[in-house]
């Protein structure tokens, strides 16, 4: 069974830097393709992850301005999400997400979308006062 736990999030201030990690048993951070998604106060998930990553590499939004890096630690088994320079707007609850049936190599592509994953976390909620 896959599971994703969040965790990180808290209040932090405006122009600060947030890192919240994802936590992932029953399928291994090199074995699949693992993006960040967000909810902001009073809509609905956002479709597409601010941040992957797989084999090949990371991939942003570029709504997020250079704002945001991904990372993991094979060892750890674990997925971060870094962004700096925290904004109101920022606000929201941020999910962790899972396709473990996509590498990013062995001929399989990671993707932002969110109907692409199919392990999610409960999320964390992130809140940035001005």
């Known amino acids: 069974q896959v599971r994703l736990v969040e965790s990180g999030g808290g209040s932090v201030n405006t122009g600060e830097s947030l890192r919240l990690s994802c936590t992932i048993s029953?399928?291994?951070?090199?074995?699949?393709?693992v993006g960040w998604f967000r909810q902001t106060p009073g809509k609905k998930r956002e479709e597409f992850a601010i941040?992957?990553?797989?084999?090949?590499?990371?991939e942003y939004d570029d709504s997020m301005e250079d704002r945001v890096t991904v990372s993991r630690d094979n060892a750890e088994n674990a997925v971060y999400l870094q962004i700096a320079n925290m904004r109101p707007e920022d606000s929201a609850i941020y999910s962790c997400a899972a396709d473990s049936r996509r590498t990013g190599s062995d001929g399989t592509r990671c993707f932002r979308r969110d109907f692409m994953y199919e392990h999610w976390g409960q999320g964390t909620r992130v809140t940035v006062s001005t």
């Open positions: 941040g992957m990553i797989g084999n090949a590499g990371t």
């Open positions: 029953g399928v291994r951070v090199n074995n699949a393709c």
